[in-house]
Structures are given as structure tokens and as C-alpha cells.
């Protein structure tokens, strides 16, 4: 059979943690696991030759997040596919489908196929329906008040707290690659002064922190606007829509489990 695996799904239906299974399952083979943002950074920041030569090592390669909204990006990760299969690592990769249109249009099966036709062969679509888990509430995403972030904050064990504009302005100061540094060993981080992101660059980088987060299972306590107002109209379904989609969902789930830290009884 095919030696990669690409899981097709909408949000929250539980392909990061089926990819996560898999490379635990795996150990002790040399196995890595990281998002595709972090791959595009760790290739910018290595270049080509060395994140390949820093990859020989692993016979299964985990890849969460695959995006096709960015042609240079998609283009980039092929080249280093292709390496890393012709050396025999066994690629498995999950990318979100827009809600409304699973299974077709952009951000699906086809397309992932069609741009990465150079080493589709070597990959078996699998598809993935199911509601967004993080949202079975039903229930919109609400923030915290100042009180509640305060709560969290005491209860917490290791824990950052800033307003949002002061981390916007420091992680355009730190290379992508760092992000994982940047919240290691934390707990919880509390966010305050929620509020529209008008600038789409500042967005994207936002994105990629709670990413970054999100993998690194850190709660978050924020206050402020609501999560589904932080990107603004003027982008938000444009072509980096299914990212801001993402990170609504779990920006949400993190809130949720700051807030269940604070909950009496």
C-alpha cells in the first residue's frame, strides 16, 4: 500500500489527536511529530538541506495542519516530502476542510492531490466527518472577566499574563520556529484586552501561537471581546479563512479548560 496518509476533515473532529496517537503509537521508531507551520519555519530557518539532513533520522514524519492557502508554503513542504520519502519515511498529514463545504471545493482531498501531484502517489486520502468536538456545547465561545482571568492566575501553577497588544508586538519580534519555546513548561496564559486584530499579519502570527498552544495543551484565560470577533470582516473569509476558522475552535477549547480550573466544585 501507499506509505503516507492524509487525513481529510472539519475542525474538532479529532484528526490532531488521531496524528498524535499515531507517533506515540509508533515509539520507540524514530518518529517526529510537528504542525505545518512549524515545518515552512523549521525549513526557513535550517534551509532545505539541512532540515532534510536534520529529518534522515525518522522513519515516520507527522505532519498536523497541512495548508494549501499559501502556493510558496505548499510548494516548499513538497520539495521536502519528496526528499523525505525517497528516503523512505512514511508521511502522515491532516488538513481541515471548510465546514460547509467537507469533502470539496479548496481545502480538500482533490486539491491536496492536484498541488502536491509530484508525490500524490505516495499518499491515501482518508476522510474524516464528524461535529466540532471543541464546540458540542452548542454554546458561542465567551471570554473571561478581569475576576475570572485573576482566578485562573491563582490557581494555575506556572502561568504568563500580558495584554494582547504587548504579545502581538513581541511575537513579530520572534522568528516562528521560537514560538514552542516561547510557551514551554507554562500551565496557563492569561490574555487580556481581547480586541479586533486589524491587521491580517499580526493575525496570522496570532494564529500560530495559539497553535503552538493548542499542542502544547497550555489553557488559556482571556478577557475581552469575544473569540469569534477577533479577526477582522475585512479578512476573515478571504484566503487564509480556514486558519482563523481553526483557531477560533481552539482558542475556544482553551478558554474552556481555563475557565473549568476556576469553576466551583
Known amino acids: 500500500g501507499t506509505p503516507g496518509r492524509y487525513l481529510d476533515g472539519g475542525y ?105 501531484s509530484a508525490i500524490a502517489g505516495h499518499f491515501e486520502p482518508v476522510r474524516m466527518d464528524g461535529p466540532d468536538y471543541r464546540h458540542r456545547s452548542g454554546a458561542p465561545a465567551g471570554t473571561m472577566t478581569g475576576d475570572e482571568v485573576d482566578a485562573a492566575l491563582g490557581a494555575a501553577g506556572a502561568a504568563s499574563e500580558d495584554d494582547l497588544d504587548d504579545v502581538l508586538t513581541h511575537i513579530r519580534r520572534v522568528h516562528p520556529v521560537q514560538l514552542g519555546a516561547l510557551v514551554e513548561g507554562l500551565d496557563l496564559v492569561a490574555l487580556r484586552g481581547l480586541q479586533p486584530i486589524t491587521d491580517q499579519g499580526a493575525a496570522l502570527l496570532f494564529v500560530a501561537l495559539v497553535d503552538e498552544l493548542y499542542d502544547a495543551e497550555v489553557a488559556v484565560a482571556a478577557s475581552g471581546c469575544a473569540v469569534d470577533q477577533l479577526f477582522s470582516p475585512s479578512y476573515r473569509s478571504g484566503g487564509f479563512s480556514k486558519k482563523y476558522g481553526r483557531c477560533e475552535s481552539r482558542l475556544s477549547a482553551l478558554l474552556t479548560e481555563a475557565r473549568a480550573s476556576v469553576r466551583p466544585g
Not at 12 to 30: D, F, M, R
Not at 80 to 98: D, I, K, Q, W, Y
Request: aromatic share 10%; glycine share 8%; proline share 4%.
Open 12 to 116: 474538532g473532529v479529532g484528526k490532531t489527536h488521531l496524528l498524535a496517537s499515531l507517533w506515540h503509537e509508533v515509539q520507540p521508531a524514530p518518529a517526529v511529530y510537528l504542525s505545518f507551520g512549524e515545518l515552512t519555519a523549521l525549513v526557513g530557518f535550517l534551509s532545505m538541506k539541512g532540515a532534510v539532513a536534520a529529518f534522515a533520522p525518522y522513519r515516520v514524519v507527522c505532519i498536523d495542519e497541512f495548508e494549501l492557502d499559501d502556493v510558496a508554503n505548499t510548494l516548499l513542504a513538497v520539495t521536502f516530502l519528496r526528499a523525505v520519502v525517497e528516503r523512505g519515511a512514511r508521511v502522515t498529514t491532516t488538513s481541515n476542510s471548510l465546514p460547509d463545504r467537507l469533502g470539496e471545493g479548496r481545502f480538500n482531498a482533490d486539491d491536496f492531490t492536484r498541488e502536491i
